[in-house]
């Protein structure tokens, strides 16, 4: 299973429409499918999720987040506790084979292509 979290600030170029189109653009033996908040990435029998959460109630998780950052000063921390959205990268299917890293990796590598987000491994935690 793959975890990240993107950290939005208010200023990010980021929709999920327009990461639907990139992703199915990078992935077009993928299929990409946007569904109110998720993105699904589809591949044979295993998929990948980009889910946009937003809220108040992620002020404290975020913050908590980027305080245990490396390298991110105090202002830019302070743009993505205030945007109070984020992105949550998931899959629940497993892969002992690692036959889908590279998917992971490709979504990873299309999200960090809009301006204004920040990819982090939830458990180091580190940024991506």
Aim: hydrophobic letters at 40%; proline letters at 5%.
């Amino acid at each position: 299973m793959y975890h990240a979290v993107g950290l939005l600030t208010p200023q990010t170029d980021f929709s999920l429409s327009e990461a639907a189109r990139r992703l199915q653009a990078h992935l077009p033996d993928h299929q990409v499918v946007l569904e109110g908040q998720r993105i699904t990435v589809r591949h044979q029998d295993w998929s990948i999720y980009v889910e946009l959460e937003q809220g108040e109630h992620l002020r404290d998780e975020i913050d908590g987040l980027v305080s245990r950052l490396a390298g991110v000063e105090p202002e830019e921390a302070d743009r993505y506790v205030a945007s109070l959205r984020r992105l949550q990268i998931f899959s629940e299917d497993v892969d002992p084979m690692m036959e889908h890293f590279n998917t992971y990796l490709s979504v990873i590598g299309v999200l960090k292509s809009f301006s204004g987000i920040l990819l982090v491994d939830p458990k180091e935690p580190g940024t991506l």
